[in-house]
């Protein structure tokens, strides 16, 4: 893995064909700095934005893209740090540039993702024979395709040579003990090299479950400083095997971090995800 810290843009969102994550943000939901947890993946022709959040549109701006030169959209659930760009996305798409992004999304979150947060900020713009617009009216969809087998109900799709795998945890409401109880939210596999956990509850099998099936080399992780509520602390992914610890790097983490890196190498972990930088996998 190699890290290069942003020094130009625009940037591309092409490349010379390696896989790479870029860090639009890695802050936590209530982070002042940092941004908030949205990712761009890309790999030779394709990329794919993982969530977008009410940050997203301004950070991209501040680096010379527009939302609606993002392309392809993955959402790993629905808190405001995640989906609260995408209102921008379908009307800027739909309104100023005339075209539909694409979202890989799984029918059942389509619905969630429509119904309780979107439909009332898009719907009502339009009525043509008596119906309001509709989720496909502002979106290209891709169903993912059921992976037998996989742990934790996983989906899988392609876009190009891209390979990424979806597959469900744990992360709210706060009282739910498994992720069957949970609401709808997704961790991400990318091309069965790269884990990354999305939001998350401290999960002890999560990234057994996908180690058993594939060589995972690196694993993005959310964390907070402090255990309860609805994300992994540090103390509770210390916990964890000293080969899990040395492949993980953390994100979603809130203001302060600097203060913690030290404690984060001594609990022997590779290191904080930093914001603005690409993350590259030859
Ligand atoms: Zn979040
Ligand atoms: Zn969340």
């Known amino acids: 893995m190699r890290v290069r810290p942003l020094k130009n843009y625009p940037i591309s969102l092409t490349n010379r064909g390696q896989l790479s994550l870029f860090t639009l943000g890695c802050g936590s939901a209530f982070a002042r700095t940092l941004g908030q947890n949205n990712f761009i993946i ?10 977008c959040g009410t940050k997203a549109p301004s950070r991209l701006r501040s680096i010379g893209l527009e939302v609606t030169d993002v392309r ?3 959402i790993t659930h629905s808190h405001a740090d995640h989906i609260g760009g995408l209102e921008e996305v379908m009307l800027t798409g739909r309104y100023v540039a005339g075209k539909k992004p694409v979202v890989y999304i799984d029918p059942k979150y389509r619905r969630i993702l429509w119904n309780d ?13 008596g119906k309001y617009l509709r ?17 934790r109900d996983a989906k899988s799709f392609d876009i190009g040579e891209l390979n990424v795998k979806v597959f469900r945890t744990n992360h709210f409401p706060e009282q739910a003990q498994r992720w069957e109880t949970a609401a ?4 991400v596999l990318i091309d069965d090299r790269i884990l990354f956990s999305g939001d998350t509850k401290f999960d002890a099998s999560l990234v057994a479950d996908f180690d058993e099936y594939y060589d995972i080399e690196w694993i993005f992780h959310d964390t907070q400083f402090g255990t309860g509520g609805v994300h992994a602390s540090l103390e509770e992914l210390a916990s964890l095997p000293e080969s899990v610890r040395s492949r993980m790097l953390l994100m979603h983490y809130p203001d302060g971090w600097q203060e913690r890196l030290e404690k984060v190498r001594s609990l022997g972990f590779h290191d904080f995800a930093r914001e603005w930088s690409f993350y590259d996998f030859d």
């Open 184 to 187: 709808y939210s997704v961790g």
């Open 72 to 74: 392809n959209f993955l």
């Open 135 to 151: 989720f496909e009216d502002f979106w290209q969809v891709v169903y993912p395709s059921a992976e037998n087998g996989l742990p």
């Open 42 to 51: 890309i790999k030779g022709q394709t990329h794919l934005m993982l969530d």
């Open 117 to 129: 947060s979107l439909k009332g900020g898009a719907a009502t713009n339009e009525r043509h024979r």
